[in-house]
């Protein structure tokens, strides 16, 4: 390092200062030269703070290096393969698919060191115009650079920089905030024309209406999880797409809670029963009583992929004011419909299979139109007596 005194034009004396620091990333010689300062202190302050930084990030290329780990794409495989033995497969597998669609091509090449505090903002910004739920997303991004944190391969977490953006409702949201849900008269509406239309697409969109299961718990129903006599429906299975496979598989469900046995009703219990007998009577596989409920022409389990075909098969025949629902929406619309009829928010955890009664308040007590009609209705009958 070198300091040297100089005057400038109009008489100040000013220091500069000239410094070798090494070899950069790509074997160059990096120098650093600047003027201006003050004093020599202020001079030999800088050059440090120089030197400390351009030591960071030559130790984060070794580092790397040593592990194999050049760009983010490296640092998430070296991070997934420990996670994925940490949680259940089904949420390893989205975790992974998120990557691959959303983060991989925006990040995926780019180095370490290029992982700057600006980029990570910017990715942020694209994910937050792109979803309202874009933390789902950013979480993917922050747990390897907090694994690179622990492992030295860089010194701090650039997301820790990051402004979050207020998450912005669009129309489509708005939409389906508006239409996400059925009331009695709609949902009677779409099973009539599903019954139509096709009868096992009947049979699954009317469990899910009755029992509130999520979609991937009912394609993992088999006969022998409804027990006629008792008039109950197990539920200890899901079903996801592995995509290390390419097959669909069976995971336990999402939490202890999940693991539940509910009460369902003889028209339902009925309905299964007609759609057996029509596999039965159709000799397209055998059936028994551990057969699955739900599989398609090759004898597999569908994914749930296949249910927005279903839905869009149906709604072909709908009236076009008809609310257009996701398959998770049954569950929703089961829950708006216990809710109008009286039912407690406690039962209702418990139906749904929620580990934590705030789920239940926070997402299934939106009441529907004709309910907040009703009650709006009662008030005014009580206030007129």
């Not at 930084?53 to 194999?68: K, R």
């Not at 007609?274 to 159709?282: D, G, M, V």
């Amino acid at each position: 390092m070198k300091i040297t005194k100089y005057k400038t034009n109009s008489g100040l004396v000013r220091y500069q200062v000239f410094d070798y620091l090494g070899l950069d990333l790509y074997g160059k010689k990096r120098n650093i030269r600047k003027k201006g300062f003050k004093t020599a202190k202020e001079a030999r302050e800088y050059i440090k703070k120089v030197r400390k930084d351009f030591a960071i990030t030559s130790n984060v290329f070794t580092q790397s290096n040593n592990l194999g780990v050049n760009t983010f794409d490296d640092l998430f495989n070296l991070w997934y393969e420990s996670y994925k033995h940490t949680v259940k497969p089904i949420t390893a597998q989205a975790k992974l698919l998120k990557y691959n669609a959303q983060i991989k091509p925006k990040i995926g090449k780019l180095q370490l060191f290029k992982i700057t505090p600006i980029v990570c903002q910017k990715l942020v910004n694209d994910l937050a115009d792109k979803y309202n739920a874009y933390s789902a997303y950013v979480i993917i991004v922050n747990k390897p650079l907090k694994y690179a944190v622990k492992l030295g391969l860089i010194s701090s977490n650039p997301l820790n920089a990051v402004i979050f953006p207020k998450p912005t409702v669009k129309k489509r949201y708005i939409h389906q905030k508006l239409n996400n849900i059925f009331n009695r008269k709609q949902l009677k509406t779409f099973l009539a024309i599903a019954k139509q239309v096709n009868y096992q697409y009947y049979c699954f969109f009317r469990i899910l209406a009755f029992t509130g299961l999520r979609p991937a718990e009912a394609l993992a129903l088999t006969f022998k999880d409804i027990n006629k006599d008792k008039h109950t429906l197990t539920v200890n299975k899901v079903t996801y797409f592995n995509s290390e496979t390419r097959k669909v598989e069976l995971s336990t469900p999402k939490n202890k809670s999940s693991n539940r046995v509910i009460s369902i009703d003889d028209d339902t219990i009925n309905i299964i029963n007609t759609y057996r007998n029509k596999l039965i009577q159709a000799n397209k596989r055998e059936i028994t009583d551990d057969s699955f409920i739900f599989l398609n022409a090759k004898g597999n389990l569908y994914q749930s992929a296949n249910l927005e075909s279903w839905l869009i098969t149906v709604y072909r025949y709908c009236p076009k004011d008809l609310p257009v629902l996701t398959s998770h929406n049954f569950r929703k619309t089961h829950a708006s419909l216990l809710l109008e009829s009286g039912a407690n928010l406690k039962y209702i955890q418990k139906r749904l299979g929620h580990s934590n009664i705030q789920t239940t308040m926070n997402i299934y007590t939106k009441v529907n139109h004709d309910m907040e009609t009703n009650n709006f209705n009662t008030f005014i009958n009580f206030i007129k007596d």
